[in-house]
């Protein structure tokens, strides 16, 4: 019996290397579209030495329920999205959560009778159109929690340099502190990753790193905070080319997820006591500069 196609909602940059990753692989991947929103036949990646398109396989309702999906969307979008595929869900379903803001897994749990599972990933790139995404640096990708799923080998051709975490917890809050010091910042300064290290915006993200990694911390996560110095610095360098997701969305002026990755770190923050003036600083100039976008 041949495995269950994989499903992608949310076809931007993630979702884009994740079909092109399956399909290299020769998995079956369909893409859900969004309503009145039609895909093309294709996409394209381009890698470092070469590039590669893409037939995309689009999801009817109606002709198999989804067994396998990975929501890839904006996070403050994640539940709106699950909510609109529910009726196509199998009651078995293995759903994936790959995204950058923080989500109320209780919430998600609520709309599914399967099982949640959360990824998340410094693998990095950015559109120059809509359906043509430039892989802008190699990264680690991170799955769990709990025991390891049958299709976890299946993922790993598809997405080299993935590792299962019986408890994903402490990678997430890593995740999220990482992108509260680089997407903000490269927001505002309108550059690349790699940007970072430059003279003039080395102290700040310095000042971010050690104030996020107080954060870590006192989350009583030690192992993520001792590493956090190196671990962000690494993500800044080997993502160097990238433009982040939220410097994209300002650029074309979508909403950001801004929401989503300072304010609930900043209320952890809050809570233990972390002085944090840095990243608070730049939530104060990113709502004043892009109030729309917020």
Known sequence: MSNPPWHILGFG????????????????????SK??????????????NHTETFDIEVFVPGDRLIERLVVCTKSY???QAITAVKQALSPTA?????????VDSHEIAELTTGSVYWALTTEGGYRNEAHHTVHGG???????SGSEPDWLREWQEAVPNSHW?????PYRWEKLSVNAVINPLTALHQCRNGELENSELKACTQTSIDEARAVLEALGFTLQAQ????TCWEVIRKTGANRSSMLQDITLKRRTEISTILPPLLAVAAKHHVATPQLKNTLTAFQQRFPELC
Do not use: E, K, W
């Open 35 to 48: 309503p009145n929103q039609p895909l093309p036949a294709h996409h394209t990646v381009q890698y470092q």
């Open 77 to 79: 979008d994640v539940t």
């Open 227 to 230: 590493g956090f110095h190196n």
């Open 94 to 102: 293995q759903i994936v959560i790959m995204v950058n803001g923080l």
């Open 138 to 144: 190699s990264g680690v990708t991170r799955l769990g």
């Open 165 to 169: 975490h019986t408890d994903i917890d």
């Open 13 to 32: 940059v993630i979702g884009q290397l994740l079909h092109a990753g399956f399909s290299r692989s020769g998995q079956q991947c369909l893409v859900v």
